[in-house]
């Protein structure tokens, strides 16, 4: 789960010049948590596997896809945006490779020699992902030459040199805003969208998402040489009538139950909790093909909607009791958050607000009704 603010284009920038640094602390630390311990992305990032498996049968399509359409080049660059930390890091790139290896051996061509590059916030622990690189190279033995660099910086800045890249993919990144939007006063005791949030939210959340997703656009646009290729997954909604519709175990929705119980019992103040908002937007496919088809510069391969399931997916096997479950979703909402909770309400809170976490999914353990879907996104630079 992984997103991208930048703190170095004003035009951009995710803090306000009239407010102290301090109230927008914690949207700087937008990054998952580091290191490869208990509560680290890296030891609870099944979800994110899963995923990305999920996604397969399209990455693999594409790849071939621009393989051909290119005309079989010698040189392949690739870019992994939001590639946080951790070995899942590499599931995405060496399914690219391989399928690049597999398809030029099919038609008795050289395969390509392909550079991996892997971007998320300066902030991100890329030195968890970077140990990883020598069981990548190795497994990449006999097969085409693939150098791995770091590629630090904000996607909703320009990344690479125009015309340079061949083929991107993104997992899990793109349903984080560049800044919290604006507006967002009459939202008190929540975090996110929810029923109960005046339509005011929901239009300010919308107009961060459009912004942000145009600028992401554009930006790739200037870097993909023409027909190249991109994968994009990332959380959505699979509502289209109410737009402030968010189920009572929406994982925000949990959120904001677990830190009103914190403001109950003293431990929070209710004016930081309000003052706490996600930079975070679930577009559902009309407004994400409304955003491209405005945009202008790729067309829409393919688009899927999976359902999302975030209460079983961080665990090898889904026969767990309901404890068990909720505890896993609460370490997973954790490893995506905790970098952010800590900057705005400090880290003594941490392990009291994630037990009533976890306690509260149990409470909604028979929820079926769910708003939350995994969006796989495929587009071809025009």
Known sequence: ?????????????????????????????L??????????????SRLQRRVLSMAQPVLVKNTKEMMMNLDFPTYIKVAELGCSSGQNTFVAISEIINTINVLCQHVNKNPPEIDCCLND????DFNTTFKFVPLFNKEMTNKAPCFVYGAPGSFYSRLFSRNSLHFIHSSYALHFLSKVPERLENNEGNVYITSSSPESVYNAYLNQFQNDFTLFLRLRSEEVVSNGHM??????????????????????????????????????????????NMPFYDPNVHELKEVIRKEGSFEINELEAHRFDLGHSNCDYYEEDGYEAGRNEANCIRVVTEPMLTAHFGEDIIDTLFDKYAHHVTQHANCRNKTSVSHVLSLIKK
Do not use: Q
């Open 231 to 276: 994968v994009l997954t990332l959380i959505g909604r699979n509502t289209l009538s109410d737009p402030l519709y968010r189920d009572c175990c929406h994982f925000w929705t949990l959120l904001s139950k677990s830190l009103r119980d914190l403001v109950f019992e003293g431990l929070v103040s209710k004016s930081k909790l309000d003052t706490f």
């Open 121 to 124: 916030l300066p902030e991100n």
């Open 31 to 44: 990054r998952m948590s580091g290191g490869d311990g208990a509560n680290s992305y890296s030891a609870n």
């Open 1 to 29: 789960m992984d997103t991208r603010l930048i703190d170095t284009l004003p035009s951009l920038s995710y803090i306000d010049d009239k407010k102290c640094d301090d109230e927008y602390a914690f949207v700087k630390a």
